[in-house]
């Protein structure tokens, strides 16, 4: 099974984007790439997946490199509620620990 | 709202006792997973079911089982109980396809079991 490796915390200014790496390197052909954010002690909320196109919806963009070894999730416009942990997921039920993100007023 | 409720939302008990978690999935959703999450630990995957079938299982110890019923809600049951599994509990569904492919997860508020 694939395995990610995330920042442990980020900051980023708020209206700015926020740009969220992950890095994926044995990831098999047919494994998706999934992205969730836990805002405090919430339920995780999904945010997007891929396979190797890069996704936009109304939350966020997900680029994934052309070797499917890393992505990005890419949150342009961040506000003060975006400060959450985002959670990058290969395989599907592996969560880990992802990355704490502040948005910086 | 993710459609996904679970309850009792808090539950505190002693070290020994057994305790059961209920889970209902979103309308329409055939499979149930559940998640423990310590302490500013990561979401620990415990197990899935799929359509009253165990479909994958993860950390989950002996101690801790779990059933879909027919209806399709779940329960994750708990027993002698140790400070250790002090958690939050989330259980999620989505909607599955027979092949085994997961799609998105909506996940529950979560059940914050303390043991005292």
């Known amino acids: 099974d694939a395995k990610t490796t995330q920042p442990t915390s980020m900051d980023c200014a708020e209206g700015r984007a926020a740009n969220l790496p992950c890095n994926h390197s044995?990831?098999?052909?047919?494994?998706?790439v999934y992205w969730y954010r836990q805002i405090h002690s919430q339920g995780p909320q999904y945010i997007i997946h891929?396979?190797?196109n890069n996704e936009t919806n109304e939350m966020a963009s997900l680029i994934i490199t052309e070797d499917r070894k890393s992505s990005t999730l890419i949150l342009p416009h961040a506000t003060l509620r975006d400060t959450a942990v985002y959670y990058c997921?290969?395989?599907?039920?592996?969560f880990g620990t992802g990355t704490r993100l502040t948005i910086i007023p | 709202d993710s459609g996904v409720t679970q309850t009792p939302k808090h539950l505190i008990t002693a070290t020994g006792q057994r305790v059961t978690l209920r889970c209902s999935p979103r309308?329409?959703?055939?499979?149930v997973y559940w998640y423990q999450q310590s302490l500013d630990q990561g979401l620990q995957f415990l197990i899935q079911?799929?359509?009253?079938?165990?479909?994958a299982k993860g950390n989950i110890l002996e101690r801790f089982s779990a059933q879909q019923f027919p209806d399709l809600h779940s329960e994750l049951n708990l027993s002698s109980l140790e400070l250790g599994d002090s958690a939050l509990y989330f259980c999620?569904?989505?909607?599955?396809?027979?092949?085994?492919?997961?799609?998105?997860?909506?996940f529950g508020p979560g059940t914050r079991l303390t043991v005292l």
């Open positions: 079911y799929y359509n009253g079938e165990e479909r």
């Open positions: 044995t990831i098999s052909g047919n494994e998706y």
């Open positions: 997921i290969v395989p599907k039920l592996t």
């Open positions: 999620a569904s989505s909607v599955d396809p027979p092949s085994g492919i997961n799609n998105e997860q909506f």
């Open positions: 891929g396979l190797k």
């Open positions: 309308s329409g959703d055939l499979s």
